[in-house]
């Protein structure tokens, strides 16, 4: 009987990129930026917690997770499945350098295939229902990354029709 090690593994298990898995290179965080994630995940500001709270679970239809790193990043909110980014801007992100930051950040994750939604933090203490509505109605204009299928995918050799 042959030992698991002797048998590679099937698409998508095993190791990702010389196997067939994974998914884009940009996810695939190092340790340092996932430790630092977890941190951040720690000390969330109250705005960042009142959103967490409404974005968790299945409340908007669309799993979100939170302080969640991507590349040498991490941002505040990401739904994977609708390549949706949330960022949850304070007072600090309008002065400085700090602008420019983040117009870098956001071109490099819209370049990966992310939109980023830019939330002040005014918005989420005032309104929570609206910044609701904007993030769930960002998320349905994408639609889903993978359509499901009218059936079996055509046999070796059948001509689709």
């Known amino acids: 009987m042959a030992s698991a090690s002797q048998n590679p593994p099937r698409n998508g298990e095993g190791d990702h990129a010389q196997h067939g898995g994974g998914g884009p290179a940009i996810l695939g965080a190092r340790i340092k930026q996932v430790k630092r994630a977890r ?14 709270q409404q974005l ?15 590349g040498e990043m991490t941002v505040d909110f990401a739904c994977l499945e609708q390549r ?9 992100h309008s002065f400085g350098d700090q602008p420019r930051r983040d117009a870098t950040r956001d071109a490099i994750l819209a370049r990966e295939g992310f939109r980023i939604l830019r939330i002040p933090v005014r918005d989420v203490l005032k309104d929570m229902d609206a910044v609701l509505r904007l993030i769930v109605s960002t998320c349905g204009e994408r639609g889903p990354l993978h359509h499901p299928s009218d059936g079996p995918p055509p046999r070796s050799g059948e001509v689709l029709a």
């Open 39 to 52: 941190a951040l995940r720690k000390q969330m500001s109250l705005p960042e917690v009142l959103l967490w």
């Open 56 to 70: 968790r679970g299945s409340r908007t239809g669309f799993k979100f997770r939170k302080q969640f790193p991507i």
């Open 84 to 92: 949706l980014i949330v960022e949850v801007d304070g007072e600090g």
